[in-house]
């Protein structure tokens, strides 16, 4: 469940709370300010819901315009397609409309892991350095090999998960 909140930039209102689209057109239909008239302008927050949403929240930049649309990705996309679009716009310098209508499209590469050197301990072992043997493997200086890696890969920390990326 997600909580949002319409503040209205007419000082004279009061803003409220609602949880989907048509909670929202029912309660902004009947605001009015001060003086009876219609409130037409609000700016939306993020008041309550799974942490993943209000990071992808804070990534859309949710507003008047396309908040449905962001209510229906919350409800449509699964964790990854929201960490990826978080990490796309927020990162790597893709725009909203570039992302939105699909995220796993973004040319990202993507690892849930603690730190960049259990990146560099994860290349060794899929062997993306060759084979080694596995009696010089306890001679591979890790922490270098994840120090070289932090020059192509980022890391990030979405809603209590770390990630490690590279954007094309």
């Known amino acids: 469940m997600i909580l949002l ?3 209205p930039y007419d000082i004279s209102a009061c803003g409220f709370y609602f949880e989907s689209a048509e909670d929202y057109e029912t309660k902004a239909k009947n605001n009015k300010n ?5 409130v037409e302008e609000y700016e939306f927050q993020f008041i309550d819901g799974d942490d993943i949403d209000c990071a992808l929240a804070k990534a859309w930049g949710i507003n008047q315009a396309d908040f449905m649309a962001y209510l ?3 409800d449509s996309w699964d964790e990854s397609d929201k960490y990826r679009y978080i990490i796309a716009v927020g990162e790597c310098g893709y725009s909203h409309d570039q992302v939105a209508d699909d995220p796993s499209s973004v040319d990202m590469t993507l690892y849930e892991l603690s ?3 259990d990146l560099a301990e994860q290349f060794v072992e899929d062997g993306l350095y060759g084979e080694i043997p596995e009696n010089l493997r306890f001679y591979i200086d ?3 090999i994840a120090r070289d890696l932090s020059m192509d890969y980022s890391e990030i920390t979405i ?3 770390n990630f490690i990326f590279h954007c094309a």
Not at 34 to 38: L, M
């Open 142 to 144: 890790y922490e270098a």
């Open 115 to 117: 730190s960049m050197l």
């Open 34 to 38: 001060d003086c009876g008239q219609a």
């Open 5 to 7: 909140y319409a503040q």
């Open 72 to 74: 229906e990705a919350v």
């Open 159 to 161: 809603a209590g998960t």
